[in-house]
């Protein structure tokens, strides 16, 4: 599968992420002390829908374009952050970078890996003069051993890789494990595609044998998940999700469902806890 950013921005996989990934930041925010963001795969920080590699998928049609008028109120904060950044009027979608760095505040931290030169180039363009945004052109799996700890105690690690490579299921619950026992206290949020069940299954297999707890996924399907050359859904799995996650993330989905959804076999939602705290 290939999951370059770029193909894909806006579609109902990223609406899904974002959605979910502002509720997880504005809960860490809650708290005066300083948090650590660390998003292993970044890509650009920003995508023209009007141009490029997604103006030829047109997949930002059934995302994002079907979200902007009149959003339920689960969806009204992931909106209002798009649009504040570039949306209108120049159609320009917000990759994770972009969002996280909207709700930062002072005397929080960004670190930023992207492997890709065009996309690493482009962050660096995004970001090289922000002080608080460090941009790194490294391995992500190497960059959970590398960058955590952070000096601050509180945090979130965002995975999102592109799912090229047959083992990138191993590869993240491995990864999982690694930051994890580097950042005990840190909340993980990784992100994956559900095109049929059976890597899927495997993957929470791993992640419930592996000595981590609480661990709660959220899930979206918008058909049945049988077509293993399709992207049929996606998921959210979560360790460490703050209070209230769940059912704020339910919300959320059922919202996207609503919204998204095409009536087709076999959609739906779920959240799934995996470990217990």
């Given at each position: ?27 860490l925010l809650r708290k005066p002390a300083p948090i650590f963001v660390l ?40 909106i209002r952050e798009v649009q504040g950044q570039g949306f209108y009027p ?188």
């Open positions: 599968m290939n999951y370059r950013h770029a193909f894909h921005a806006g579609n109902f996989a990223d609406c899904m992420k974002h959605a979910l990934l502002i509720w997880l930041l504005r809960a998003d292993t795969h970044a890509g650009r920080g920003r995508y023209d829908l009007a141009a490029g590699p997604a103006e030829r998928t047109g997949e930002w049609r059934a995302g994002i374009g079907r979200l902007l008028d009149d959003p339920p109120e689960a969806l009204a904060d992931y120049r159609g320009l979608y917000p990759g994770s970078p972009a969002l996280i760095r909207a709700l930062l505040r002072d005397g929080d931290r960004l670190a930023c890996c992207e492997l890709h030169p065009e996309d690493h180039a482009a962050l660096k363009l995004e970001f090289g003069r922000d002080a608080q945004v460090a941009v790194h052109r490294r391995d992500a799996w190497e960059a959970l051993g590398a960058l955590l700890p952070p000096a601050q105690k509180r945090g979130l690690i965002l995975i999102d890789p592109p799912y090229e490579d047959p083992a990138e299921f191993s590869h993240l619950a491995a990864g999982l494990q690694t930051g994890h026992s580097r950042f005990r206290t840190g909340v993980f949020a990784a992100w994956y595609p559900i095109k049929h069940r059976a890597p899927v299954r495997a993957f929470h297999t791993a992640l419930a044998e592996s000595g981590m707890r609480d661990i709660v996924a959220a899930e979206l399907w918008l058909r049945e998940p049988l077509d293993p050359a399709r992207l049929n859904g996606c998921g959210l799995v979560v360790i460490n999700p703050p209070f209230g996650f769940e059912p704020a993330a339910t919300g959320i989905l059922q919202a996207l469902l609503d919204r998204l959804g095409n009536h087709e076999p076999g959609e739906g939602i779920a959240m799934i806890r995996l470990v217990d705290e």
